[in-house]
């Protein structure tokens, strides 16, 4: 049986990742770092039905010796490296710490599959955020990169990295430069999640409106479950390599908005308020991919629009939104205002 190891398991892209592969007769290990909140580590996990076939390893990537502890301990063939702090308006926030787990992070398992085991084939979630100040129209795998956030430069260290251990010590190292890729299982502090939910929230009668930052910022969004696909085709190629994905289709934070609130029957300029608080140091206006490579190389494309992939994340946060209203105690309901 095929053993894989991914970091960042119970983020959304590795608990997607995790229900692919066990369907395709994986052994699933994951990384898991301890905290506080432990009840809601595996919530992602738990929502696919998968928290039980997964082997959960305490470790941290920022830990180099846990990483190689676990490598040596679970000899994976495959290797994902999903882990990161992910949230790009968080980073200039914690900019070392963005560095540490997004970056040197990356590098850490890298440094483990070399010395502890080297057969492994390895992905590196890279970014679009990496490309930034777009120096392209359309960007795909030969475009400079120009980041613009400390997490997108962060992830570019990584990147480069691991094209370097490719380059030097012919490991098998790819890397996915994904465009952004959402979900039910995104989390709520994105925007696609966050105009979901507050359309929920609205349609609901919990909250009456939204607040958020720029509206103008265009971004290429595709459907996690198809976006793991691509990243378990990248390491059964003979061939390690660099591959965009994306959907190359872009739109604005406005038009999602329209969609959303319009599905649900709202018109969204009625609920819809910006403020100057969400705006970003730098902002990354146009992201718009180029998945050409993936296409022909890989055999992969998109299967779900993002109509529909707005349609089910409305689903979804109407039906979380009901459940917690109708279990809700009445002392909460009470203390709440009814
Ligand atoms: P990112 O592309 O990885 O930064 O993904 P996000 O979903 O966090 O942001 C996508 C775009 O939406 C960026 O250009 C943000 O500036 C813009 N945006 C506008 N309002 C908001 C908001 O309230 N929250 C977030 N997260 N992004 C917002």
């Known amino acids: 049986m095929r053993k894989a190891l991914i970091t ?10 995790a229900q692919l592969l066990l369907r395709e007769g994986y052994e699933v ?22 928290i039980d076939d997964v082997r959960l390893i305490d470790g941290d990537l920022s830990d180099l010796s846990s990483v190689l502890r676990i490598m040596a301990e679970v000899k994976p063939d495959e ?33 483990a599959v070399r010395l502890v085991h080297p057969a492994a084939r390895f992905y590196q979630a890279s970014s679009s955020e990496m490309f930034g100040k777009i120096q392209a129209a359309l960007q795909n795998e030969t475009t400079p990169f120009y980041p613009r956030s ?30 952004n890729h959402e979900s039910p299982l995104r989390g709520i502090e994105f925007v696609t999640r966050k105009v979901t939910d507050g359309v929920a929230r609205i349609k609901l009668g919990l ?22 696909r691509a990243m378990w085709l990248m390491l059964q190629q ?9 959907t190359g289709r872009t739109t604005s934070i406005r038009a999602l908005c329209a969609m959303a609130f319009g599905y649900a029957g709202l018109d969204w300029t009625a609920y819809v308020h910006t403020s100057s608080d969400l705006l970003r140091p730098a902002e990354v206006d146009v992201l718009h991919g180029d998945a050409t490579k993936a296409r022909t190389t890989l055999g992969w494309a998109p299967t779900c629009t993002l109509e529909e992939m707005v349609a089910e994340m409305v689903e979804a946060d109407l039906a979380r939104h009901r459940a917690r209203t109708a279990t809700r105690p009445p002392t909460e309901a009470l203390l709440a205002g009814g």
């Open 79 to 111: 290797v994902y490296n999903l882990a990161a702090q992910s949230f790009v308006h968080a980073s200039w926030q914690q900019p070392l710490l963005t560095g540490n787990i997004t970056g040197i992070g990356a590098v850490n398992v890298l440094e």
């Open 238 to 246: 003979e061939t390690p390599d660099d591959y965009v994905v994306a």
């Open 150 to 179: 400390p997490y997108a430069a962060a992830k570019l260290y990584a990147h480069w990295m691991t094209v370097n251990y490719r380059e030097s010590f012919g490991l098998h190292c790819s890397s996915g430069i994904l465009f």
């Open 207 to 228: 909250a009456s409106e939204l607040k958020l930052g720029n509206l103008d910022a265009t971004r290429d969004w595709g459907h996690a479950r198809d976006y793991v």
């Open 8 to 17: 960042g398991i119970t983020g959304q892209d590795g608990a997607y990742l």
């Open 29 to 50: 290990y994951g990384l898991l770092r301890r905290s506080a909140s432990a009840e809601l580590i595996g919530e992602r996990l738990r929502w696919l039905g998968v």
